[in-house]
Protein backbone atom coordinates (compact mmCIF):
# COMPACT_ATOMS: atom_id res chain seq x y z
CA UNK A 1 0.00 0.00 0.00
CA UNK A 2 1.05 3.42 -0.98
CA UNK A 3 2.01 5.54 1.91
CA UNK A 4 0.27 9.18 1.73
CA UNK A 5 2.81 12.16 1.83
CA UNK A 6 3.31 14.36 4.35
CA UNK A 7 2.79 18.30 4.26
CA UNK A 8 6.43 18.59 3.50
CA UNK A 9 6.48 16.32 0.25
CA UNK A 10 3.24 17.85 -0.81
CA UNK A 11 4.68 21.03 -0.51
CA UNK A 12 7.56 20.45 -3.31
CA UNK A 13 5.33 18.57 -5.06
CA UNK A 14 2.51 22.02 -4.91
CA UNK A 15 5.71 24.07 -5.68
CA UNK A 16 6.98 21.83 -8.67
CA UNK A 17 3.61 21.84 -10.58
CA UNK A 18 2.48 25.84 -9.53
CA UNK A 19 6.30 26.62 -11.21
CA UNK A 20 6.23 23.79 -14.26
CA UNK A 21 6.28 26.72 -16.61
CA UNK A 22 9.73 28.48 -15.40
CA UNK A 23 11.20 24.63 -14.66
CA UNK A 24 10.85 23.32 -17.89
CA UNK A 25 13.83 24.60 -19.09
CA UNK A 26 16.00 24.99 -15.99
CA UNK A 27 14.84 22.46 -12.99
CA UNK A 28 15.05 23.80 -9.58
CA UNK A 29 18.37 23.01 -7.77
CA UNK A 30 18.45 21.22 -4.28
CA UNK A 31 19.55 24.54 -2.98
CA UNK A 32 16.62 26.42 -4.52
CA UNK A 33 14.41 23.62 -3.02
CA UNK A 34 15.88 24.15 0.26
CA UNK A 35 15.33 27.78 0.57
CA UNK A 36 11.70 28.09 -0.70
CA UNK A 37 10.72 24.95 1.98
CA UNK A 38 13.02 26.64 4.46
CA UNK A 39 14.71 23.57 5.23
CA UNK A 40 18.43 24.29 6.75
CA UNK A 41 19.26 21.04 5.57
CA UNK A 42 19.31 18.89 2.53
CA UNK A 43 19.61 15.43 4.36
CA UNK A 44 15.74 16.40 5.45
CA UNK A 45 15.11 17.60 1.75
CA UNK A 46 16.77 14.05 0.49
CA UNK A 47 14.29 12.38 2.15
CA UNK A 48 11.43 14.11 1.47
CA UNK A 49 12.30 14.03 -2.84
CA UNK A 50 13.33 10.05 -2.45
CA UNK A 51 9.65 9.77 -1.33
CA UNK A 52 7.99 11.52 -4.26
CA UNK A 53 10.56 9.89 -6.68
CA UNK A 54 8.92 6.56 -4.59
CA UNK A 55 5.65 7.81 -5.39
CA UNK A 56 6.41 8.39 -9.11
CA UNK A 57 5.41 11.58 -9.01
CA UNK A 58 8.39 13.50 -9.55
CA UNK A 59 11.94 11.81 -11.44
CA UNK A 60 15.62 12.97 -10.12
CA UNK A 61 17.90 13.93 -13.14
CA UNK A 62 21.14 12.73 -13.47
CA UNK A 63 21.13 10.97 -10.21
CA UNK A 64 19.81 14.30 -8.15
CA UNK A 65 22.68 16.13 -9.62
CA UNK A 66 20.83 18.58 -11.74
CA UNK A 67 17.75 18.46 -10.23
CA UNK A 68 13.64 16.67 -10.59
CA UNK A 69 10.88 16.93 -12.49
CA UNK A 70 7.75 15.87 -12.52
CA UNK A 71 7.12 12.60 -13.94
CA UNK A 72 4.99 12.67 -17.35
CA UNK A 73 2.41 9.81 -16.08
CA UNK A 74 1.46 11.62 -12.97
CA UNK A 75 0.56 14.88 -15.05
CA UNK A 76 -1.94 12.52 -16.70
CA UNK A 77 -3.20 11.09 -13.04
CA UNK A 78 -3.26 14.16 -11.72
CA UNK A 79 -6.77 15.03 -13.69
CA UNK A 80 -8.13 12.11 -11.68
CA UNK A 81 -7.36 13.42 -8.50
CA UNK A 82 -9.29 15.91 -5.55
CA UNK A 83 -8.20 17.65 -2.63
CA UNK A 84 -9.11 15.00 0.81
CA UNK A 85 -9.51 18.04 2.86
CA UNK A 86 -10.31 16.09 6.48
CA UNK A 87 -12.69 14.50 8.22
CA UNK A 88 -16.22 14.36 8.27
CA UNK A 89 -18.70 13.71 11.44
CA UNK A 90 -21.69 11.66 10.88
CA UNK A 91 -22.83 11.78 14.24
CA UNK A 92 -22.70 14.61 15.95
CA UNK A 93 -21.02 17.66 14.07
CA UNK A 94 -16.91 17.21 15.17
CA UNK A 95 -14.62 20.14 13.19
CA UNK A 96 -13.57 19.23 9.61
CA UNK A 97 -9.81 18.58 9.94
CA UNK A 98 -7.86 19.57 6.83
CA UNK A 99 -4.82 17.39 5.94
CA UNK A 100 -2.49 18.33 2.74
CA UNK A 101 -3.46 15.17 0.52
CA UNK A 102 -4.98 14.51 -2.46
CA UNK A 103 -6.75 11.19 -3.59
CA UNK A 104 -7.58 9.74 -6.79
CA UNK A 105 -11.07 9.88 -7.75
CA UNK A 106 -12.96 7.64 -10.55
CA UNK A 107 -14.66 10.26 -12.99
CA UNK A 108 -17.81 8.84 -12.97
CA UNK A 109 -17.89 9.39 -8.89
CA UNK A 110 -17.89 13.05 -9.37
CA UNK A 111 -19.54 16.01 -11.64
CA UNK A 112 -18.30 18.79 -13.63
CA UNK A 113 -17.74 21.57 -10.72
CA UNK A 114 -15.30 21.85 -8.34
CA UNK A 115 -15.57 18.98 -6.12
CA UNK A 116 -13.06 17.70 -2.62
CA UNK A 117 -13.26 15.06 -0.58
CA UNK A 118 -14.36 13.99 3.43
CA UNK A 119 -13.31 11.02 5.74
CA UNK A 120 -16.50 9.63 7.47
CA UNK A 121 -16.60 9.51 11.25
CA UNK A 122 -19.34 7.58 13.02
CA UNK A 123 -22.02 6.21 12.46
CA UNK A 124 -25.52 8.42 12.07
CA UNK A 125 -25.28 7.73 8.22
CA UNK A 126 -24.99 4.03 8.05
CA UNK A 127 -29.07 3.80 7.38
CA UNK A 128 -27.64 5.58 3.70
CA UNK A 129 -25.13 3.32 3.67
CA UNK A 130 -22.49 5.57 4.22
CA UNK A 131 -20.22 3.93 6.92
CA UNK A 132 -17.19 5.12 9.11
CA UNK A 133 -14.08 5.09 6.75
CA UNK A 134 -16.04 5.73 3.78
CA UNK A 135 -14.70 8.61 1.24
CA UNK A 136 -17.71 11.37 0.06
CA UNK A 137 -17.31 13.33 -2.92
CA UNK A 138 -18.58 16.35 -2.15
CA UNK A 139 -19.80 19.15 -4.88
CA UNK A 140 -19.06 22.87 -3.39
CA UNK A 141 -21.93 24.51 -3.10
CA UNK A 142 -23.62 27.32 -1.55
CA UNK A 143 -27.27 26.09 -1.30
CA UNK A 144 -28.84 22.84 -1.62
CA UNK A 145 -32.41 21.33 -2.20
CA UNK A 146 -34.41 19.66 0.58
CA UNK A 147 -33.29 15.99 0.73
CA UNK A 148 -29.84 16.65 -0.18
CA UNK A 149 -26.81 14.66 1.79
CA UNK A 150 -24.52 18.03 2.66
CA UNK A 151 -21.51 19.10 4.58
CA UNK A 152 -23.37 21.28 6.81
CA UNK A 153 -20.58 24.51 9.10
CA UNK A 154 -22.60 24.18 11.83
CA UNK A 155 -21.73 28.29 14.05
CA UNK A 156 -19.11 28.21 11.52
CA UNK A 157 -16.77 26.00 13.49
CA UNK A 158 -18.04 22.54 13.43
CA UNK A 159 -19.15 20.10 10.05
CA UNK A 160 -21.51 17.54 9.61
CA UNK A 161 -22.97 15.15 6.91
CA UNK A 162 -26.76 14.94 7.25
CA UNK A 163 -29.67 15.25 4.99
CA UNK A 164 -31.21 18.92 4.71
CA UNK A 165 -34.56 20.21 5.30
CA UNK A 166 -35.02 23.76 5.17
CA UNK A 167 -37.88 25.91 6.40
CA UNK A 168 -38.39 29.60 6.79
CA UNK A 169 -36.76 30.31 10.13
CA UNK A 170 -34.91 26.70 10.43
CA UNK A 171 -32.70 24.26 9.48
CA UNK A 172 -32.90 20.58 10.09
CA UNK A 173 -30.33 18.49 9.64
CA UNK A 174 -31.19 14.29 9.60
CA UNK A 175 -29.09 11.77 10.21
CA UNK A 176 -29.97 8.46 8.56
CA UNK A 177 -29.75 6.14 11.64
CA UNK A 178 -33.27 5.30 13.95
CA UNK A 179 -31.15 5.42 17.10
CA UNK A 180 -30.56 9.29 16.39
CA UNK A 181 -32.62 12.69 16.92
CA UNK A 182 -32.75 14.95 13.90
CA UNK A 183 -30.85 17.97 15.02
CA UNK A 184 -32.66 21.58 14.61
CA UNK A 185 -31.04 24.90 13.97
CA UNK A 186 -31.37 28.39 13.00
CA UNK A 187 -30.79 29.17 9.39
CA UNK A 188 -27.81 31.62 10.26
CA UNK A 189 -26.29 28.62 12.15
CA UNK A 190 -26.41 26.91 8.95
CA UNK A 191 -23.37 27.36 5.73
CA UNK A 192 -23.91 24.63 3.41
CA UNK A 193 -20.11 24.03 2.14
CA UNK A 194 -21.16 21.45 -0.61
CA UNK A 195 -23.52 18.44 -1.43
CA UNK A 196 -22.82 14.64 -1.64
CA UNK A 197 -22.27 13.68 -5.31
CA UNK A 198 -20.18 9.91 -4.98
CA UNK A 199 -18.94 7.84 -2.57
CA UNK A 200 -15.93 5.27 -2.40
CA UNK A 201 -15.13 2.47 0.06
CA UNK A 202 -12.22 0.04 0.58
CA UNK A 203 -12.57 -3.22 1.61
CA UNK A 204 -8.91 -4.09 2.48
Do not use: W
Amino acid sequence: MEQPLTRKQREIYEYLQQNQAMFSEAPPSLDQLCHHLGLKSRGSLHKHIHALIDAGLVAPIDGLHRGIRLTPQHDEQSENELPLVGRIAAGLPIEAIEDVERIEVPEQLRSGNPCFVLQVQGDSMIEAGILEGDHVIIEKRSSARNGDVVVALINGEEATLKTIEQHPGQVILHPANSAMEPFTYRPDQVEIQGVLVGQMRSYL
